[in-house]
């Protein structure tokens, strides 16, 4: 069966710690709320759900919580690949060059006045798409929404413009 | 069957008077390219196909075929809401307030740092979603995205959340 979820935002604030390290579920400290299910906590999820690669092409990527995901999954050995916007990439709170330093390969677009894009595909096969930029800003203060999707029709051109723009934007 | 479409941006820039006009198909005199399909052409003919109502949630309106289009459909009796960002709307350019001219039903959000979405529902049947707000950057010089779907798992949540921001931004 086809896979459809759609998620909005702003998403309620809430404790993602047990995302990152399942056994501490029960026994984080911090102040935010634990144990409630967020739109962002399952947008984390499916991320966190890649196994052997993860296609990222996004206009602005600061969060935090995003980048750790990803920087988890470089660290399980999942094959990274990022592709984002040449300006916002230089903006202080990027973290592109935080997931470069980690060995991760990410390209800017150097083809249009906006890499408007923010989707990511992983393993090959789930499309996460939407109007989410990889901020906080985006996933606690604004109206957004991303879609959840393995439908063949709707991943497949994915997949081919993230190959195209990537072969585009070859830094060699 | 269902439809899934993925049209990508930047468009290849032609002509689109035969969507509005289709009896000048063959007699246009302007100097863009004609008898071409383009992404924005599909785009645009998505948008025109609503015979009953069209709900647009858009964080920034300024293109002028599209605003073009909305025209167009409210003239033919198609019932319009339009929902979008308050700081965006108050942008020279903007389109909202011309269409608030012609009589259309648009409010702005207050509920948020950003109305971000950029989505549309046709007939409350067709969701056309992603990263292009209705402007001619979006259009003519960013990498985009936009998909069309009729897949209901899509679809509802989309219609349900529009409800939902409709009534929560009413103006009276
Ligand atoms: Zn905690
Ligand atoms: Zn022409």
Not at 41 to 54: D, M, N
Not at 77 to 106: F, M
Not at 108 to 120: L, Q, T, W
Request: one cysteine or more.
């Amino acid at each position: 069966r086809t896979l459809n979820e759609v998620l909005f935002f702003p998403s309620e604030v809430a404790c993602v710690e047990h995302i990152f390290t399942p056994s501490l579920h029960h026994s984080c400290l911090c102040p935010l709320p634990h144990g409630v299910e967020t739109s962002f906590s399952r947008f984390l999820r499916r991320i966190l759900s890649a196994t052997s690669s993860l296609d990222l092409c996004v206009f602005a990527f600061s969060n935090m919580d995003l980048s750790r995901a990803v920087l988890a999954l470089h660290s399980r050995g999942v094959t990274i690949r990022v592709l984002t916007d040449k300006d916002y990439a230089a903006i202080t709170g990027s973290q592109i060059g935080v997931l470069r330093k980690a060995g991760i390969c990410a390209r800017c677009d150097v083809g249009s006045v906006y890499m408007h894009h923010k989707f990511a595909l992983v393993d090959g096969r789930l499309l996460i798409t939407g109007s989410l930029n990889w901020t906080l800003t985006a996933v606690q203060s604004n109206m957004e929404n991303v879609i959840v999707t393995d439908e063949p029709d709707l991943v497949q051109p994915f997949i081919k413009e993230f190959h195209r723009l990537w072969m585009h934007n070859d830094p060699a």
